[in-house]
């Protein structure tokens, strides 16, 4: 029976044969759930709208490599989005032009979220993010998608192309050095 | 807490130019724009400019010299052996490509798609 729902999987193969509406569904089906990842990764909303958005040109870029898991680019999206973060002005250097030409809302409504985004940061959130950037980039991945977004072990290793083993074992010990570094971050 | 959304005029923004990338027509630039496929040969630093023959101020100011204006980002690429470049959109105007290369080691490079 034909239910009307396309797949994701579906909408990306149409995306991949350069069906321009099936790609940009893609974004404004994950734009924010990236976004809200990547604001607590890094310092600003700026930074975040930039990392979100070159997130998804790689998409596009390294598409013949991308893996999908759960039949989603989501996970990938989610730990590019994380590399990408982890230094802002390196991950972005290849659309520096692009996103300097791109218009964008007034910037004192801009500065300020910013400034909202410091008042209200919470210290902890501050800790997490120093906690993060501590782990190696696939540690840091797996802790995403496992802990923060609550995809399976197995399919999370799938994406990083690690064993399942070595994956639960690189899990055990990335929650081991936040704990650590956030109880030493309190006392 | 306050939520931030995501600015709404730059994300269409960017939602255009995934559009346009994505959609771009490929069979209407020359392949050898695209890729430049780079044989045997090892080098560095290739360096390509999406760049108009519009005046204003030009990369190539010397008298008699045709004036070059870049229209794109520069693309940098490091390889060995066989290199595809993506060049990614064509900017709006663009009528060629500049290409620098430099190599590291002695070695040969050709262009085979290029007739």
Redesign the interface.
């Known amino acids: 029976m034909d239910t009307g729902v396309v797949s994701e999987v579906e909408v990306w193969t149409r995306?991949c044969a350069?069906?321009?509406?099936a790609?940009?569904s893609l974004?404004?089906t994950h734009?924010?759930r990236v976004?809200r990842h990547v604001?607590r990764l890094v310092d600003n909303?700026h930074d975040?709208?930039e990392v979100?958005?070159a997130s998804?040109?790689e998409l596009?870029?390294r598409r013949a490599s991308v893996v999908l898991v759960s039949d989603s680019v989501l996970p990938w999206l989610l730990v590019t989005a994380g590399h990408i973060a982890r230094n802002v002005s390196r991950g972005t250097r290849?659309y520096?032009?692009?996103f300097d030409s791109?218009?964008?809302?007034d910037a004192a409504v801009?500065a300020e979220?910013i400034a909202?985004?410091h008042f209200?940061d919470?210290e902890s959130l501050g800790y997490l993010k120093a906690a993060m950037k501590m782990l190696r980039p696939a540690d840091a991945s797996l802790v995403v998608l496992v802990v923060l977004e609550d995809y399976a072990v197995t399919e999370a290793a799938t994406l990083l192309g690690l064993s399942d083993g070595a994956a639960r074992t690189r899990l055990h010990r990335a929650k081991g050095k936040i704990r650590q570094q956030l109880t030493e971050a309190r006392t | 807490?306050?939520q931030?959304?995501?600015?709404?005029?730059?994300?269409a923004?960017?939602?255009n130019?995934?559009?346009?990338?994505?959609?771009?027509p490929?069979t209407h630039i020359p392949f050898w724009r695209r890729h430049l496929r780079l044989g045997a040969g090892i080098f560095a630093g290739a360096s390509i400019l999406i760049g108009g023959a519009a005046a204003a101020a030009g990369l190539l100011t010397m008298p008699g010299a045709n004036e070059v204006t870049e229209l794109?980002?520069s693309v940098v690429e490091t390889a060995t052996g066989t290199a595809a470049v993506?060049l990614?959109a064509v900017p709006d105007g663009a009528t060629g490509i500049l290409v620098s290369l430099t190599c590291l080691t002695p070695g040969t490079f050709t262009f085979g798609d290029v007739r």
């Open positions: 995306a350069n069906d321009g509406r790609f940009t974004f404004d734009r924010d976004f604001l909303a975040a709208e979100t958005s998804f040109l596009w870029r290849r520096r032009a692009l791109l218009p964008r809302a801009d979220q909202f985004a209200e919470d | 807490m306050k931030i959304d995501f600015d709404p005029i730059f994300s923004a960017v939602r130019e995934l559009d346009a990338r994505v959609t771009a490929m794109g980002a993506q990614g």
